[in-house]
């Protein structure tokens, strides 16, 4: 377990140490902020609903690029291979670069808690859903970051990387708004798949077994099938 | 120490590593020798775990490969080949990462990374990124890597790439002066290096052994005959022959390549014998002229050439 916690540090701060932390943090905090705050005094309600409705959508994009350095850099470098034959299981190493990511998504979420700050001083704030909205953010980055890594172990190509990993979390975010297209008998299915059909139910302040479920078990098949291509890599 | 056997690697239909059986002793530095991509880094990079053979059994002391990997990680401290590091990492922390990720007790781990950085002259550029260093500072900072938790095995994949000759002996000297406790596997295509460093040679071309002995030995066969070119003008080849032929000791006589009047010869001679003063003596009571006049030791690079020639 040591070994988790020093991949985890050395991936953490190595987000810090390099600019892309700062960049990523930044576009995160000014999409969502604009986006926002635009519709915030015209609904005149002083509750972040639509800030939360915002984060699947978000995270799609952001949680990618935050991912996406994770394998493909050492791949491309070539330090995979002094990665590896350090003592260390597969299991560890995808489990740090896993948790180094979860942690920058909370770092990354820490100054939006400005939000619930300032709109209590405009209304009564109703903390439940906020609350809720927080822990499912987290158990959404956790799922989005899984995928992410599985599409960063999948190629030495950042951007490729980047790519692949937004494609299906911007599909599990979408697939509930496209029900209309897609054949009646899968519709239940195919909602169920939904990463936002279950964020929304949490960030109502309800906190449902099955959307936990839902979320630990995109977690574990995203990094259950990192730890399969990496043990088909060698 | 390490027993290998049956080892082979395909890549798709590739076949990289054929078949290969060698053992390793303790306290052996042993060679691994081969043209580019006879399989070398291959072989290397099974021993260490990185990649799964396709078949055959690697032992390293009492644990197999298959079902004993962290602990034969343990054992082992491996140079990748032109030691790719994270290229953002001061020198410093990441010596003290491999540290951690080694498992060196607390208070071992300053006293270790200030050895290493004496050992392997780092100091003036632990406070820089590694990305930052020369060719040859990487190499330093990945052999500090590699003798961090002061293994028993080390596994150097070409040790002194990109370093310029000063470094090189110097490293040689580090390999030496660790050889005499561990095991060391080296994998290099200079044969000097392989000749100055270690004890034991196999020479690997397209997958296979194709030579496995003690430098000594290989060197010994190498040096058994040897060879003099002569350069004449002004003479023709029948009368060299004769007169030449006609000195004791020599067993061969060829005619190279004419060039316009110069006539190219080469003499074998028998083994451990010195034949340059009497040839010399005959040449100079003729008219002949003596362009040029040049002995030849068979060297392991023509051993090496022979056994590893394309064909």
Same mark, same amino acid.
């Given at each position: 377990?040591?070994?988790?916690?020093?991949?985890?540090?050395?991936?953490?701060?190595?987000?810090?140490?390099?600019?892309?932390?700062?960049?990523?943090?930044?576009?995160?905090?000014?999409?969502?902020?604009?986006?926002?705050?635009?519709?915030?005094?015209?609904?005149?309600?002083?509750?972040?609903?639509?800030?939360?409705?915002?984060?699947?959508?978000?995270?799609?994009?952001?949680?990618?690029?935050?991912?996406?350095?994770?394998?493909?850099?050492?791949?491309?470098?070539?330090?995979?291979?002094?990665?590896?034959?350090?003592?260390?299981?597969?299991?560890?190493?995808?489990?740090?670069?896993?948790?180094?990511?979860?942690?920058?998504?909370?770092?990354?979420?820490?100054?939006?808690?400005?939000?619930?700050?300032?709109?209590?001083?405009?209304?009564?704030?109703?903390?439940?859903?906020?609350?809720?909205?927080?822990?499912?953010?987290?158990?959404?980055?956790?799922?989005?970051?899984?995928?992410? /890594?599985? =599409?960063?172990?999948?190629? +030495? !190509?950042?951007?490729?990387?980047? *790519?692949?990993?937004?494609? #299906?979390?911007?599909? &599990?975010?979408?697939?509930?708004?496209?029900?209309?297209?897609?054949?009646?008998?899968?519709?239940?299915?195919?909602?169920? /798949?939904? =990463?936002?059909?279950?964020? +929304? !139910?949490?960030?109502?302040?309800? *906190?449902?077994?099955?959307? #936990?479920?839902?979320? &630990?078990?995109?977690?574990?098949?995203?990094?259950?099938?990192?730890?399969?291509?990496?043990?088909?890599?060698? | 120490?390490?027993?290998?056997?049956?080892?082979?690697?395909?890549?798709?239909?590739?076949?990289?590593?054929?078949?290969?059986?060698?053992?390793?002793?303790?306290?052996?530095?042993?060679?691994?020798?081969?043209?580019?991509?006879?399989?070398?880094?291959?072989?290397?990079?099974?021993?260490?775990?990185?990649?799964?053979?396709?078949?055959?059994?690697?032992?390293?002391?009492?644990?197999?490969?298959?079902?004993?990997?962290?602990?034969?990680?343990?054992?082992?401290?491996?140079?990748?080949?032109?030691?790719?590091?994270?290229?953002?990492?001061?020198?410093?922390?990441?010596?003290?990462?491999?540290?951690?990720?080694?498992?060196?007790?607390?208070?071992?781990?300053?006293?270790?990374?200030?050895?290493?950085?004496?050992?392997?002259?780092?100091?003036?550029?632990?406070?820089?990124?590694?990305?930052?260093?020369?060719?040859?500072?990487?190499?330093?900072?990945?052999?500090?890597?590699?003798?961090?938790?002061?293994?028993?095995?080390?596994?150097?994949?070409?040790?002194?790439?990109?370093?310029?000759?000063?470094?090189?002996?110097?490293?040689?000297?580090?390999?030496?002066?660790?050889?005499?406790?561990?095991?060391?596997?080296?994998?290099?295509?200079?044969?000097?290096?392989?000749?100055?460093?270690?004890?034991?040679?196999?020479?690997?071309?397209?997958?296979?052994?194709?030579?496995?002995?003690?430098?000594?030995?290989?060197?010994?066969?190498?040096?058994?005959?040897?060879?003099?070119?002569?350069?004449?003008?002004?003479?023709?080849?029948?009368?060299?022959?004769?007169?030449?032929?006609?000195?004791?000791?020599?067993?061969?006589?060829?005619?190279?390549?004419?060039?316009?009047?110069?006539?190219?010869?080469?003499?074998?001679?028998?083994?451990?014998?010195?034949?340059?003063?009497?040839?010399?003596?005959?040449?100079?009571?003729?008219?002949?002229?003596?362009?040029?006049?040049?002995?030849?030791?068979?060297?392991?690079?023509?051993?090496?050439?022979?056994?590893?020639?394309?064909?």
């Amino acid at each position: 377990m040591k070994q988790v916690k020093y991949i985890y540090g050395k991936e953490f701060r190595a987000y810090f140490v390099s600019p892309i932390a700062y960049i990523v943090i930044s576009i995160f905090l000014l999409v969502i902020g604009w986006f926002f705050f635009m519709t915030f005094f015209l609904n005149n309600q002083a509750d972040l609903r639509n800030f939360f409705a915002l984060l699947p959508i978000t995270f799609s994009f952001v949680v990618p690029a935050i991912t996406m350095r994770l394998f493909s850099e050492e791949l491309n470098v070539g330090s995979y291979e002094i990665l590896l034959t350090m003592p260390v299981t597969f299991w560890q190493v995808v489990l740090g670069k896993f948790l180094a990511s979860l942690g920058f998504i909370a770092a990354m979420l820490i100054p939006t808690l400005a939000y619930p700050a300032t709109v209590t001083f405009l209304g009564r704030l109703d903390w439940g859903p906020v609350v809720g909205g927080y822990i499912g953010a987290i158990l959404l980055g956790a799922a989005f970051s899984a995928i992410g /890594l599985f =599409a960063s172990s999948l190629t +030495r !190509n950042q951007i490729v990387a980047f *790519i692949t990993g937004m494609a #299906i979390c911007f599909s &599990l975010t979408l697939v509930d708004k496209m029900l209309f297209f897609l054949p009646q008998l899968l519709l239940g299915f195919l909602q169920y /798949l939904g =990463a936002d059909f279950h964020f +929304r !139910n949490i960030s109502r302040g309800i *906190i449902d077994s099955r959307d #936990i479920v839902y979320f &630990l078990s995109v977690t574990f098949v995203g990094l259950y099938g990192t730890h399969l291509v990496l043990q088909e890599k060698r | 120490m390490i027993h290998v056997e049956g080892l082979t690697k395909y890549y798709r239909d590739l076949c990289a590593v054929d078949h290969i059986n060698f053992e390793v002793q303790k306290g052996e530095i042993l060679g691994l020798l081969g043209p580019n991509g006879a399989g070398k880094t291959t072989t290397l990079r099974m021993l260490t775990g990185f990649l799964r053979p396709t078949s055959g059994i690697i032992h390293i002391k009492d644990y197999t490969i298959d079902e004993n990997a962290v602990e034969i990680k343990k054992l082992l401290g491996y140079l990748p080949e032109a030691s790719p590091l994270y290229h953002d990492m001061l020198a410093f922390d990441y010596l003290e990462y491999v540290a951690n990720m080694r498992e060196l007790e607390p208070g071992r781990k300053l006293p270790r990374i200030r050895k290493l950085a004496d050992l392997c002259g780092l100091n003036d550029v632990m406070h820089k990124p590694i990305g930052e260093l020369s060719k040859g500072f990487k190499q330093r900072v990945g052999l500090a890597h590699a003798m961090m938790s002061d293994p028993e095995i080390l596994v150097l994949d070409e040790p002194t790439l990109g370093l310029d000759p000063n470094q090189i002996v110097e490293i040689r000297d580090i390999i030496k002066q660790i050889g005499k406790e561990k095991t060391i596997i080296l994998s290099t295509h200079i044969l000097s290096e392989a000749e100055a460093t270690c004890d034991r040679i196999v020479i690997i071309h397209r997958g296979k052994i194709v030579a496995d002995s003690s430098t000594e030995t290989l060197k010994q066969s190498a040096s058994g005959e040897c060879l003099i070119n002569i350069s004449l003008k002004n003479a023709d080849f029948e009368s060299v022959e004769k007169k030449l032929g006609s000195i004791q000791g020599i067993l061969g006589l060829v005619r190279l390549d004419d060039e316009e009047e110069i006539l190219r010869v080469r003499l074998t001679c028998r083994p451990s014998t010195d034949l340059r003063g009497e040839i010399y003596g005959k040449i100079k009571r003729t008219s002949w002229i003596l362009l040029e006049f040049r002995q030849e030791t068979k060297t392991l690079e023509n051993i090496f050439q022979e056994l590893t020639r394309e064909n």
